[in-house]
């Protein structure tokens, strides 16, 4: 694997928000690996934790996981607040189960990404004993 003569590095390097940002520009100018570099990537730098970002950070940005963004369903594209994709939180196995109940329900991108990726951001409504608290990632 040619990442491999980085290994050196893993756990040492944190890229910094501007690291991201050249990487997200040029991912998006180039087109191929946009939503791992300006979405996803992104998303974990402003959602996870410092130590979730050590972890998830340090794959993405040498490509042992890719990552993409699913937010978008077939039937109404990219209406947050439509989403229909449900996030339930099993008390007992304490996960979160994930069900998009219909077809139009299903997430849905237009990019190669969807083929190739490793990892996905899945946005869908959270909920815990049958309260609903919105849409978050998972």
Same mark, same amino acid.
């Given at each position: 694997?040619?990442?491999? +003569?980085?290994?050196?590095?893993?756990g040492k390097l944190?890229?910094?928000?501007?690291?991201?940002?050249?990487?997200?520009?040029?991912?998006?100018?180039?087109?191929?690996?946009?939503?791992?570099?300006?979405? &996803?990537?992104?998303? +974990?730098?402003?959602?996870?934790?410092?130590?979730?970002?050590?972890?998830?950070?340090?794959?993405?940005?040498?490509?042992?996981?890719?990552?993409?963004?699913?937010?978008?369903?077939? /039937?109404?594209?990219?209406?947050?607040?439509?989403?229909?994709?449900?996030?339930?939180?099993?008390?007992?196995?304490?996960?979160?189960?994930?069900?998009?109940?219909?077809?139009?329900?299903?997430?849905?991108?237009?990019?190669?990404? /969807?083929?190739?990726?490793?990892?996905?951001?899945?946005?869908?409504?959270?909920?815990?004993?049958?309260?609903?608290?919105g849409v978050h990632? &998972?």
């Open positions: 694997h040619f990442l491999d +003569i980085h290994e050196k590095w893993w944190m890229p910094s928000r501007e690291d991201v940002t050249w990487m997200s520009e040029n991912a998006m100018i180039g087109g191929s690996l946009m939503n791992h570099y300006g979405l &996803f990537m992104p998303t +974990i730098q402003g959602q996870a934790s410092p130590e979730q970002q050590q972890w998830w950070l340090m794959r993405a940005l040498t490509c042992k996981i890719i990552g993409v963004y699913g937010q978008t369903e077939l /039937g109404h594209g990219s209406n947050v607040r439509g989403l229909q994709t449900v996030a339930t939180y099993d008390k007992t196995t304490q996960e979160f189960v994930l069900n998009t109940p219909t077809l139009r329900s299903m997430k849905w991108w237009p990019g190669t990404l /969807g083929k190739v990726a490793t990892h996905v951001l899945v946005y869908a409504q959270l909920k815990i004993d049958d309260k609903e608290y990632i &998972f």
